[in-house]
């Protein structure tokens, strides 16, 4: 099983202890709690008075957008979650009714998860592969919110890009190797669960296609892709370049994740406290604890207090989000330009790509 704390570098899931307590009565109840413990001498926490400091106009996405037009930000980092893919027609993970752990039962899991854990795989690989099998990639088209990141770093403002999703869209959409952290690894290539001999992607499609768990050609061990089940350590260079890397950034953008995996998650507290941070998502995602709001700490998003000078949520659709923020900066004719015209060689390159009924795949 995956750890619950998220203290290592192997994924695992957070929110339930923050779901129990942003309900509304809870805020009554904590409010009391504060009163009363003000009553002997603790005072609600001031935030980093740092943190105070406006490096935004205005906390909106007019106020990100002119940030980026007075050219005070050159090392944007962008992360990344399934949300940019579904308009790809690859579903997500937690969606009610699309998302993938909603459409599982056939599998007959203990739970949904199961099925990227390891110690289940371990057991019984057999459904990991089935719904491999089923989700197979027919198509790979990035979307209108790759080819916006393509851009920023076309336009040299791109520091990284962090993704947890491993349908590779990125690397298709021209961002380089180099400027990617793939860090829930990457179904590209697979290793020997017992001699860590390698195998290509050609090679693991075919034993997929033909049904068959795929064992190893020398010691006959199970062969995995090399995606990061629950369990699993995440690649090295995630910790890597998280260290190098945040500290620079002057704007990070989050698009289309619920934040709830961890180590990925709270590497959104990395940047500075005056980093202005942009989400871009159906819904508002990685907000701090009510509690440690109401005491004025904490991490994680601020976007709704009085005091946030620097969090912005524009809710909707990535693709949109992007095109919108695109439009604002000017870049709108030459954003839709290049989707058509890499579109258009993908298709050239693979006629299949064209047939949009055709399913993608988040594996
Ligand atoms: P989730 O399915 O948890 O979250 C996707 C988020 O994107 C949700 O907040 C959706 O509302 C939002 N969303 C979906 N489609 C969108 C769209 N077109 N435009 C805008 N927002 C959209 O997916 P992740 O956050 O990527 O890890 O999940 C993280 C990790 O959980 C995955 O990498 C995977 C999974 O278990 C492992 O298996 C280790
Ligand atoms: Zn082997």
Request: some cysteine; aromatic content about 8%; proline content about 5%.
């Amino acid at each position: 099983m995956a750890s619950a704390d998220g203290n290592d570098d192997k994924p695992s899931v957070s929110g339930t202890f923050s779901e129990m307590l942003n309900s509304s009565k809870m805020d009554e109840i904590l409010e009391g709690m504060i009163g009363y413990f003000q009553n002997f001498g603790f005072h609600r926490g001031e935030s980093d008075s740092k943190s105070k400091e406006k490096v935004l106009d205005e906390p909106t996405l007019d106020g990100i957008v002119k940030y980026i037009q007075d050219q005070k930000c050159k090392n944007i980092i962008t992360m990344a979650g399934a949300g940019i893919s579904t308009s790809a027609g690859i579903p997500d993970f937690r969606s009610p009714g699309s998302g993938l752990y909603h459409n599982l039962e056939k599998y007959k899991l203990p739970d949904p998860q199961a099925i990227f854990e390891i110690d289940f795989f371990l057991e019984n690989p057999q459904p990991f592969f089935a719904l491999a099998k089923e989700l197979y990639p027919g198509s790979f088209k990035p979307t209108i919110s790759h080819y916006f990141l393509r851009m920023l770093h076309d336009k040299g403002l791109l520091l990284r890009h962090y993704t947890q999703n491993i349908d590779t869209l990125e690397r298709v959409a021209g961002i380089p190797g180099e400027k990617l952290v793939e860090a829930h690894g990457t179904f590209h290539t697979s290793h020997c669960l017992k001699c860590k001999k390698e195998y290509s992607l050609e090679w693991m499609k075919e034993r997929i296609f033909a049904d068959a768990v795929p064992t190893c050609e020398d010691c006959n061990g199970v062969v995995k892709p090399d995606i990061v089940f629950f369990g699993e350590s995440l690649p090295a260079r995630f910790s890597q370049k998280v260290s190098e890397d945040f500290s620079k950034c002057d704007l990070l953008i989050i698009l289309g994740s619920s934040l709830i995996v961890q180590p990925f998650a709270s590497i959104i507290d990395r940047v500075k406290p005056t980093c202005p941070r942009l989400l871009i998502n159906r819904e508002k995602t990685g907000q701090r604890d009510r509690v440690m709001q109401l005491m004025g700490m904490g991490a994680g998003m601020d976007f709704d207090s009085s005091e946030n000078t620097r969090d912005v949520a524009w809710i909707g659709d990535c693709d949109n989000g992007c095109q919108v923020m695109a439009k604002k900066l000017g870049w709108e004719d030459e954003l839709l330009k290049l989707v058509e015209e890499e579109h258009a060689k993908i298709d050239a390159e693979n006629p299949k790509s064209k047939d949009s009924d055709e399913k993608g795949s988040n594996l």
